[in-house]
């Protein structure tokens, strides 16, 4: 496995928990690294700027003191991740702070930059880019990424379109570095298969919507265990990007889910798609296709239980067919 150094002995499974726009919040991101997987949130969760300050002394502290009462198992680090699309005014700021408390992962998003990239390295950080084709994946590593996150078809949020077979496949031809799959992966046989396609760590999201810590809608958490993935519609209205969406969430909106017209992919935004009271994300509510693995609301730390077990279910399982 070609595992980052500062992951290494700080994992109870191969997961990282992926930045979700306005739902990922410093209780979810501890509870994520006590109980032993990668936690993250986007910088533009904490609003006003003021607020980035004072959530990562918060992860930073909290996260200290529990190493420092676990020597034998220390949290798993956190992320943080940042927006290098031009839209994001706010993103030389927020690194600054990132910066102030040598974050140890960036997750970079929409957008490559040299300057970013070795300006995290400057700390002693990494850098994790996503990407949704092999062409991207080469640009990233060509500007200085650490590792690759690969989008597949069914992720949530802004997801790719591409079969995580075909991704994995085409990215480890010529990447031997840090490799995570994300795409519909919401149980412990979802992760030991994509360590099992070549992936390193297995990068899970819409799952922990449904979790307490979550700041969603309790609505919103009881539709991932409603819901399944006949109940996603992939559309690019809501940010210009296409992404992944509970299509019961556009219908309340007052949309037809069925017959969403084409946005302008050069004018990516967050707001309503044509309407005036709903926002994506916040209304209209992202989520990947694994949800129908998602059957109750639990914890951070007994969501990840589950995971663990199944994960550890799963190996047991194919090592006797093997």
């Not at 390295?121 to 690759?148: C, P, Q, T, Y």
């Not at 809608?217 to 992939?234: E, G, H, T």
């Not at 004018?267 to 990947?288: L, R």
Request: aromatic residues 8%.
């Amino acid at each position: 496995m070609a595992l980052p150094e500062i992951m290494k002995n700080r994992l109870s499974i191969p997961v990282v928990g992926s930045p979700l726009f306005i739902i990922s919040n410093p209780d979810m991101v501890i509870a994520q690294c006590k109980a032993g997987i990668v936690g993250s949130f986007p910088s533009l969760n904490a609003r006003p700027l003021l607020l980035l300050d004072e959530w990562l002394e918060r992860i930073t502290t909290e996260l200290k003191a529990y190493d420092e009462a676990h020597p034998d198992k220390p949290s798993a680090p956190y992320a943080v991740n940042q927006i290098v699309h031009k839209s994001n005014d706010r993103l030389d700021d927020d690194l600054a702070l990132c910066e102030k408390y040598k974050v140890p992962i960036i997750i970079t998003s929409l957008g490559a930059r040299v300057d970013l990239n070795e300006k995290v390295h400057s700390w002693g950080g990494i850098v994790l880019h996503d990407i949704i084709n092999n062409r991207f994946a080469k640009k990233a590593i060509e500007k200085g990424a650490d590792g690759l996150i690969a989008v597949a078809a069914g992720a949530g949020g802004h997801a790719g379109t591409i079969s995580p077979f075909a991704l994995i496949q085409e990215i480890r031809q010529w990447f031997d570095g840090p490799l995570l799959l994300s795409g519909s992966i919401a149980n412990g046989d979802a992760i030991l298969s994509a360590q099992a396609l070549g992936a390193d760590l297995a990068y899970i999201g819409s799952a922990f919507i449904a979790t307490e810590e979550a700041n969603a809608d309790p609505a919103y958490k009881q539709a991932l265990v409603d819901y399944a993935s006949s109940d996603i519609v992939y559309t690019n209205l809501f940010t210009g990007v296409h992404g992944n969406y509970l299509a019961p969430s556009i219908e309340a909106a007052g949309l037809d889910a069925k017959q969403l017209p084409e946005s302008d992919p050069s004018k990516m935004s967050f707001g309503s798609g044509g309407s005036n009271k709903s926002k994506a994300w916040k209304d209209i509510w992202g989520c990947g296709q694994g949800i129908g693995a998602v059957d109750s609301i639990k914890t951070v730390a007994g969501f990840v239980d589950t995971l663990t077990e199944e994960y550890n279910l799963a190996k047991k399982r194919l090592a006797q067919v093997l």
